[in-house]
T-cell receptor, first 117, second 114 residues
Framework: AQSVAQPEDQVNVAEGNPLTVKCTYS??????LFWYVQYPNRGLQFLLK??????LVKGSYGFEAEFNKSQTSFHLKKPSALVSDSALYFCAVRDLSFSGGYNKLIFGAGTRLAVHP | NAGVTQTPKFQVLKTGQSMTLQCAQD?????MSWYRQDPGMGLRLIHYSVGAGITDQGEVPNGYNVSRSTTEDFPLRLLSAAPSQTSVYFC?????????????FGPGTRLTVT
């Protein structure tokens, strides 16, 4: 079965330090991977995606993610965290087994990022 | 553009009551969907639509109905609410179905069924 795992419920980082939010996936085929962020009382916002090509993907707000096929991972990173980055982050993979005509995503459970001043 | 809007923001229902969650988008997107978000779980797809007049089931459709009479609107109906439907509901839209096109989400409706 296809799945996405985010092994950390919460990540705590000091402002100015680098941050990593981990994601691993399991799909049968080439993965299409996404990161979304959810700020309090808001809907999910798209950050970045990996479809094909360069393993390092750059996205919004200075975030980037590294696709590692051998480790089946797609970790989200940022060189210098801001307090305003504090939010809930979701990793998602396109469900390749879904036969309907829709880009159905399988979401991870989410990781809460807390950036402390 | 307002993007994807949802009403109401919060709702409390008693078991057995019915209600409709509203969703509208002003981006002329053909594809729209409803997800539910439960604690410790990712979002799960309830129903989706690939255009006006066309809807289909997602992975957790039981207890919910949808219709799509216009491109802009995609309401979600709970026919007889149950406590298991306590959740946060998100509507989303996208320009196309391919993975190149990201989904835009509304702010959500927090529903409690007592």
């Amino acid at each position: 079965a296809q799945s996405v795992a985010q092994p950390e419920d919460q990540v705590n980082v000091a402002e100015g330090n680098p941050l990593t939010v981990k994601c691993t996936y399991s799909v049968s085929g080439n993965p299409y991977l996404f990161w979304y962020v959810q700020y309090p009382n808001r809907g999910l916002q798209f950050l970045l995606k990996y479809i094909t090509g360069d393993n390092l993907v750059k996205g919004s707000y200075g975030f980037e993610a590294e696709f590692n096929k051998s480790q089946t991972s797609f970790h989200l990173k940022k060189p210098s965290a801001l307090v305003s980055d504090s939010a809930l982050y979701f990793c998602a993979v396109r469900d390749l087994s879904f036969s309907g005509g829709y880009n159905k995503l399988i979401f991870g459970a989410g990781t809460r990022l807390a950036v402390h001043p | 553009n307002a993007g994807v809007t949802q009403t109401p923001k919060f709702q409390v229902l008693k078991t057995g009551q019915s209600m409709t969650l509203q969703c509208a988008q002003d981006m002329n997107h053909e594809y729209m969907s409803w997800y539910r978000q439960d604690p410790g779980m990712g979002l799960r797809l309830i129903h989706y639509s690939v255009g006006a007049g066309i809807t289909d089931q997602g992975e957790v459709p039981n207890g919910y109905n949808v219709s799509r009479s216009t491109t802009e609107d995609f309401p979600l109906r709970l026919l007889s609410a149950a406590p298991s439907q306590t959740s946060v509901y998100f509507c989303a839209s996208s320009y196309d179905r391919g993975p190149l096109y990201e989904q835009y989400f509304g702010p959500g409706t927090r529903l409690t069924v007592t």
